[in-house]
């Protein structure tokens, strides 16, 4: 695996309230690699995104395939990145990525911390109604990155899983989990094993402990 693109941008307004969003962003040749994130990316809104726990978010390549057949009419408009991504690369997805996941990216050790929840902003970047949505069914939200070790990387590195946990839970999963009981079942203790990982974001945990106060 390798990086084929790295994008990143700055706070423009956006939307039909004009507010600060960072989703279009531009190509890039390499990222300097801090814990709270890229150097050249900056937030449009700091609660909501970046920060430790969202340092780098990463979109699969393929899920680009699946909402081009989704939606046809903005099929030119799927090109990797516009989706709001720092990272590109081929191979890997939502399936085969695992929370916890340790990556070596150039000189920048990397942790997957949970899924992207997908937000109206998608919706207004491609301007059609309802692509959040669909990425949420289908469970292709990309995930985030936290940050273990602070560098450079450069379009080309490779990108080498160092650790995964013998229990882990995948993006895909764990992204389903968190719509149960609305259509997707999962055990007790299967939510309750996915609330209780040390890798999964403080915030993540909480929904999912939320769910399951609810069963």
């Known amino acids: 695996m390798e990086i084929t693109g790295l994008f990143a941008g700055k706070p423009q307004p956006f939307g039909p309230r004009k507010s600060p969003s960072s989703i279009v962003k531009a190509s890039q040749k390499h990222l300097r690699v801090l814990t709270n994130g890229a150097v050249e990316d900056e937030q449009g809104d700091k609660k909501l995104h970046g920060g430790p726990q969202m340092a780098l978010h990463q979109y699969a390549q393929e899920s680009y395939l699946t909402l081009q057949e989704a939606f046809p009419s903005i099929a030119d408009k799927l090109q990797f990145g516009s989706i709001g991504e720092n990272i ?12 916890g996941d340790i990556y070596q990216i150039g000189e920048v050790s990397v942790q997957v911390s949970s899924p992207r929840a997908p937000c109206s902003r998608i919706n207004q970047r491609y301007g ?25 990387i450069n379009v080309g590195d490779k990108i080498t899983l160092e650790h995964r946990d013998d229990q882990a839970v995948s993006v895909k999963d764990l992204m389903h989990m968190s719509k149960t009981p609305k259509g997707i079942s999962y055990t007790r203790q299967q939510l309750e094993h996915a609330a209780t990982l040390e890798t999964l974001s403080p915030e993540w945990q909480g929904k999912l402990k939320r769910i399951l106060k609810r069963l």
């Open 88 to 99: 590109s690369a081929a191979k890997m997805n939502e399936n085969n990525v695992y929370i």
């Open 128 to 152: 059609i109604k309802k692509v959040d949505l669909f990425i949420l069914e289908q469970g292709i939200t990309g995930w985030y990155l936290r940050v273990l070790q602070e560098g450079t």
